[in-house]
């Protein structure tokens, strides 16, 4: 017998309707009824909410033979939605965190900018002339070997 069935025969036992154990647990009678009839697995707190209101153990509720398997699956179950939770949680973070961390728009404020930029400028400007000044240099080599040839 599953879990289903045994809340729904334990139920009629105690003369509750659907709708009674859905009030007394917290459920709706669409929940109870989708337990019962397998259309969903109740997780651990919802059993144990069902149990104490049918004052049954849940080892009554889930059966012996089945009690190590459906707990086994209630704990992959779990783990599953935590895993997701986090990767959630990880995702949120990055996309509202991590790329504002680098967006220098927002961190660098416009004269930290301009002095930024002006240091390129300076830096670029330095480059070239250095550059030039090799060119020349190397021109001006070149010109005193013509004239000792």
């Known amino acids: 017998?599953?879990?289903g069935e045994?809340?729904?025969?334990?139920?009629?036992?105690?003369?509750l309707t659907m709708k009674e154990l859905g009030n007394k647990v917290g459920l709706s009678e669409q929940?109870?009824?989708?337990?019962?009839?397998?259309?969903?697995?109740?997780n651990i707190e919802i059993i144990d909410k069902i149990a104490k209101v049918l004052e049954v153990t849940t080892a009554e509720l889930i059966g012996d033979e089945n009690q190590t398997e459906y707990i086994k699956s209630m704990a992959k179950e779990t783990a599953k939605k935590e895993v997701?939770?986090?990767?959630?949680?990880?995702?949120?973070?990055?996309e509202?965190?991590?790329i504002n961390k680098y967006d220098l728009s927002k961190i660098i404020n416009t004269d930290a900018l301009l002095?930024?930029?002006g240091l390129i400028k300076d830096v670029t400007l330095n480059r070239l002339r250095h550059y030039g000044n090799i060119k020349s240099n190397n021109s001006n080599d070149d010109k005193s070997k013509d004239n000792t040839d």
């Open 1 to 3: 017998m599953n879990i």
């Open 6 to 15: 045994s809340i729904r025969k334990i139920r009629k036992i105690k003369g």
């Open 31 to 42: 929940g109870i009824g989708n337990y019962e009839r397998g259309d969903r697995k109740p």
């Open 84 to 94: 997701n939770t986090m990767y959630s949680v990880i995702e949120y973070v990055n």
């Open 96 to 98: 509202n965190y991590t």
């Open 115 to 117: 002095d930024i930029s």
